[in-house]
């Protein structure tokens, strides 16, 4: 068809005469359907959608070199996120001006959703005497400065040789996990051992915690009521504060980050080939999991940055302060 319509052309005939008298001889084609075929042109839009369909593949999945299977694809970290980080990261990285909606169609078509979060399970078991520090906190999860504020909690992780519990320390003010700690009991050196490693962690970067400039926050479980506890935290010069029991709320921000730890490491394969059989395994898939939330995981709350970001920029702005202008 083309080929004719080219010839009546070539022989002084007008695109839109042509096609009339084709179509009066039933032959339904415009004038606009030619011009298309004779000068095919890519979409914009369908460019930019091939580009950052390239950039999500990328970005969720990483070539994993095997002796016996030769290369295979294995999701990376990135691959949980949602549309929101997922859009912030392709910005980041490759292309700077991709859009939500482009990002939205790249991960449909590949089959990306973004992990979520399931329901948790109360493991809090309330000191029997009922005596505890009061709550400094009043659900105000905000920070002026890191060290400032540090929220605390344990979760439990199933493994074939039983249950395996895990604590975390986190600085409100960058949401960085200061100290974790895997055991296998819930005696209180489950939570002693986390807090001694967060203290010696920040004194290694240089940036040792003053007496009577931090508050531990946790909730009203026996552990962080236990006479141990409340002693090493007088000894440092740290103020105790507890929630009320049963009530998540008086400590959202660390049951946030219990949720997260369970939905990116636990019930994924990223940081773990198969099921958890003992601690060990925890461990590992806990290390993995954590060195990526501090160093490279995107957190909406810190302006799509990382905690060690969002550190160094508190510390990098008070060095510009001092500066003579």
């Not at 980041?92 to 859009?99: F, V």
């Not at 007088?234 to 730890?261: F, H, Q």
């Not at 990382?306 to 003579?324: G, K």
């Amino acid at each position: 068809m083309m080929g004719f319509i080219d010839q009546m052309r070539a022989e002084g005939h007008a695109v839109e005469s042509i096609v009339r008298v084709l179509r009066e001889q039933g032959v339904k084609i415009a004038a606009r359907t030619y011009r298309a075929w004779a000068e095919p042109r890519i979409a914009a839009r369908t460019i930019t959608d091939a580009l950052v369909v390239d950039a999500v593949r990328d970005a969720a999945w990483t070539d994993i070199v095997d002796t016996a299977a030769g290369v295979r694809r294995k999701m990376t970290p990135e691959g949980l996120y949602g549309r929101k980080k997922m859009t912030a990261l392709i910005r980041r990285t490759t292309i700077p001006d991709a859009s939500r909606g482009a990002v939205d169609r790249a991960m449909r078509m590949l089959g990306l959703t973004g992990v979520t979060r399931a329901k948790a399970i109360r493991t809090t078991i309330p000191a029997k005497d009922g005596i505890r520090a009061g709550d400094l906190l009043n659900r105000d999860f905000t920070a002026p400065r890191p060290d400032h504020t540090w929220v605390m909690d344990f979760t439990y992780v199933r493994s074939w040789a039983g249950w395996v519990y895990v604590a975390f320390i986190l600085d409100v003010f960058s949401q960085r996990i200061v100290a974790w700690h895997v055991q296998t009991t819930k005696h209180v050196d489950l939570v002693m051992i986390p807090l001694r490693m967060a203290l010696w962690e920040r004194g290694r970067q240089g940036r040792p915690v003053e007496p009577d400039q931090l508050r531990a926050h946790s909730d009203a479980g026996s552990q962080y009521t236990s006479v141990a506890w409340t002693d090493k935290l007088a000894l440092d010069g740290i103020a105790p504060s507890i929630g009320s029991v049963g009530d998540a709320y008086d400590n959202a921000l660390m049951e946030t980050i219990n949720g997260l730890y369970k939905a990116e490491c636990v019930r994924t394969t990223i940081f773990h080939s198969g099921p958890f059989k003992t601690i060990a395994d925890v461990e590992y898939a806990t290390a993995g999991w954590v060195d990526w939330y501090n160093h490279r995981r995107l957190h909406g709350s810190l302006g799509m940055t990382s905690p060690v970001e969002y550190e160094a920029a508190y510390y990098d702005s008070l060095i510009r302060e001092t500066l003579p202008a």
